[in-house]
């Protein structure tokens, strides 16, 4: 069983950036994969960028060049750093984790592949 907590959302200004931190339970972290999804109003769970237990990398088309995902095992953390913030990057960010291996050795992008969830924190990108 594993427990995911994130942090760091808030209100910033397009332009501005955030830094997501998600803190896990257990002592395997480093055997998960990780993922970090968002949820706007109205639209489906989308997976923004994972990172996986060898730490390959995967980004949303959208993201790229100004997100990026990392983590520390020791310190069971995963991160969201997020950059030149747009106000369509506004919506709920939720840490996931996930022992499911996808083919390749690459990221699972599937949300129904991720085993366990956090409550999600929300990010405001005003205009």
């Known amino acids: 069983q594993m427990q995911l907590v994130e942090s760091g959302g808030g209100l910033v200004q397009a332009g501005g950036s955030l830094r997501l931190s998600c803190a896990a339970s257990?002592?395997?972290?480093?055997?998960?994969?990780m993922g970090w999804f968002r949820q706007a109003p109205g639209k489906e769970r989308e997976l923004v960028a994972g990172?996986?237990?060898?730490?390959?990398?995967n980004y949303a088309d959208s993201v790229k060049g100004r997100f990026t995902i990392s983590r520390d095992n020791a310190k069971i953390r995963a991160y969201l750093q997020m950059n030149s913030l747009k106000p369509e990057d506004t919506a709920v960010y939720y840490c996931a984790a996930t022992t499911r291996r996808a083919r390749f050795g690459r990221v699972n992008q599937a949300a129904s592949q991720y085993d366990y969830w956090g409550q999600g924190t929300q990010v405001t990108v005003s205009s």
């Open positions: 257990g002592r395997t972290f480093s055997a998960y994969d």
């Open positions: 990172i996986t237990s060898g730490g390959s990398t």
